[in-house]
């Protein structure tokens, strides 16, 4: 303690311009921006300019030479293929979520009825499909689907059931999508609603038992409401992750067939990346813009609320 | 009471057993169908079983010098990414919860928003921007595969940013107003009390940083193409599907393999992961 002072006052002595200098770069409030500054620069360089760039990109024409305005738009609205996709994502999105939150939810209270002890167990094994990297998993369900050798089919011939279309029709295709999608989202939302129902405070059931309430009406008057927060907030972020969604569309269908199952990200793909019309892909995936942007001031709105509580 | 509640219990490991059968029937399937010869694979017996096991597979592809390229560069790319990840955010993290500065409420949440932004909004215009830059400097990004540690971060940082704040928002102030009256300076607090404090935390986002890096699949689809640029989920898919041909024994091994990294930490380390899991919504 008394070294510090001794070391700061012999630093003090030489030429003031200096001192000033070295005060500002001791300021806190001067270190804390430089400490922030490479996020700063991480997120303006490759988030915000990007994301103001495919604003300039979308008025472009094709050999980004030339300024059509909302041309790129317009014709977007003319094709058939533009409002399939706009059906197809919020098909997509909203199912998925929704299958999600209840499979999440009932698999939730399962294991959060099971003993404490088993509980750890139970959960490391449902957690699974969520930690897997999603271009993996989806390779296997598309071997699961595979036309001629599908293992499903297998097992609904040995019950004398026709062989499903899984991937080649468009309904059953689009069903798939939707199946591996929930496949892979429902234990995030088992995970978090683990935790929150953890947090509802065992009294509330013993008042509830008392009363004469059945378990339908536990779960109606007691658990839904002290859970409302948590099941709105993954539920938002969940849409924005589904509505963006490229893995599983992407390797399992593609698209096909004829462009039946594609949502926003792997038309944008197609026409911008493969079909070389940039503009026109940025134009598609601005479309997602208005969701993301409702879904996202909720949490926003959300997160500010609980930040004031606290 | 009792027997309801054990009713209750039966019935619970019943459902449970249900959806543990959905949920690990894939990556089960996977073991099953990577243990298979072509030939086992083609034959119209029971594909839920291995007559004839071999490790043919794992051997084909661990000596494949494609394969071996694939994972080399997922492995590079995955750890620089999460050294990046950790050296940007822990230190903006620190900045953001414990010294305010002009705007740090608002970069706050701007880095909270960031992590909304989904990837595949923003592919296009960085795959133009990439090429744009290719004609100033004469600096080729577009098929090099370090140009993914440059955007990878954009899928890491703000996420691990916003559970570091949360983690430093809930250590006591005492504790570093007692390190500065000891003349620790900002720097010192920071490595000495607040690293140490919130390490679950660290861990947590380091894994959050390894296993997104790990899984992205659009970028690297997007901006490599070269068999020697590719990471490993891009490469499986590319390199061992061969117009229509598609041999699947070779594709589920890889796959496998290419789950097993998460896979193992997971293993490990999974009350970290599910900590990094639930504090992005529940923390802040």
């Known amino acids: 303690m008394v070294d510090a002072v001794i070391q700061r006052s012999e630093v003090a002595v030489p030429a003031r311009r200096r001192t000033g200098l070295r005060r500002t770069m001791q300021r806190k409030s001067t270190v804390a921006f430089l400490m922030a500054l490479p996020l700063i620069l991480l997120i303006g360089l490759f988030v915000v300019y990007p994301a103001l760039y495919s604003l300039h990109l979308a008025t472009l024409n094709k050999s980004m030479e030339r300024f059509v305005g909302l041309d790129n738009f317009f014709f977007l609205f003319k094709r058939e293929t533009f409002w399939m996709v706009v059906q197809q994502s919020c098909i997509f999105a909203i199912t998925a979520v929704i299958f999600k939150a209840i499979i999440g939810f009932i698999v939730a209270h399962f294991v959060h009825n099971v003993p404490a002890k088993g509980q750890r167990k139970w959960r490391g094994m449902l957690l699974v499909p969520w930690v897997i990297p999603p271009a993996m998993s989806t390779l296997a369900w598309l071997w699961l689907f595979d036309p001629s050798y599908s293992a499903f089919n297998w097992v609904l011939a040995v019950f004398g059931v026709g062989p499903v279309p899984w991937t080649g029709d468009a309904n059953w295709a689009r069903l798939s999508v939707i199946l591996v999608n929930v496949w892979i989202g429902a234990p995030f939302f088992m995970i978090m609603y683990l935790a929150a129902l953890k947090s509802v405070p065992e009294q509330l059931y013993e008042a509830a038992a008392i009363d004469g309430a059945n378990w339908w009406q536990r779960i109606w008057f007691v658990t839904l409401p002290m859970m409302r927060n948590i099941i709105a907030i993954t539920a938002l972020f969940s849409l924005i992750v589904t509505f963006a969604n490229f893995d599983i569309v992407r390797i399992l269908t593609a698209g096909g067939p004829i462009d039946r199952t594609h949502v926003f990200a792997t038309w944008a793909f197609w026409l911008g990346i493969q079909g070389g019309d940039i503009p026109l892909g940025a134009s598609v995936s601005l479309f997602m813009v208005p969701i993301l942007a409702v879904a996202a001031i909720f949490i926003l709105r959300d997160i500010s609320k609980r930040g004031n509580e606290a | ?284």
Request: glycine residues 4%; without cysteine; proline residues 6%.
């Open chain 2, 1 to 284: 009471m009792s027997r309801d509640r054990r009713w209750a219990l039966r019935w619970s490991y019943f459902f449970l057993v249900l959806f543990a059968i959905f949920f690990l029937t894939p990556p089960v399937y996977m073991l099953i169908t990577s243990l298979k010869t072509s030939a086992e694979i083609s034959a119209a017996t029971n594909p839920w079983w291995v007559y004839h096991p071999t490790l043919s597979n794992y051997i084909e592809l661990l000596t494949s010098p494609s394969f071996l390229t694939y994972f080399r560069n997922s492995a590079v790319v995955s750890v620089i990414v999460v050294s990046l990840t950790m050296l940007i955010s822990v230190p903006a993290a620190f900045a953001l919860s414990r010294m305010k500065f002009w705007g740090s409420a608002t970069l706050a949440t701007g880095v909270f928003l960031t992590y909304l932004i989904p990837e595949t909004l923003l592919f296009l215009p960085l795959f133009k921007m990439f090429a744009v830059f290719n004609e100033w400097t004469d600096i080729q990004l577009i098929n090099r595969w370090w140009v993914l540690l440059f955007v990878y971060p954009t899928l890491t940082v703000p996420f691990a940013t916003w559970i570091m704040i949360g983690y430093f928002a809930s250590i006591p102030k005492e504790l570093d107003e007692a390190a500065l009256i000891d003349g620790a300076g900002w720097l010192q607090t920071l490595t000495k009390i607040f690293i140490p404090v919130a390490l679950p935390g660290l861990i947590a986002a380091t894994i959050f940083a390894f296993t997104v890096s790990w899984a992205q699949f659009l970028y690297p689809l997007a901006f490599t193409t070269s068999a020697d640029q590719l990471v490993l989920p891009v490469g499986i898919i590319t390199s061992l599907i061969k117009g229509d041909v598609f041999n699947w024994g070779q594709i589920m091994t890889g796959a496998l393999l290419g789950a097993a990294p998460p896979l193992i930490i997971y293993a490990f380390l999974m009350d970290y992961y599910i900590a990094g899991l639930t504090a992005g919504a529940t923390k802040g």
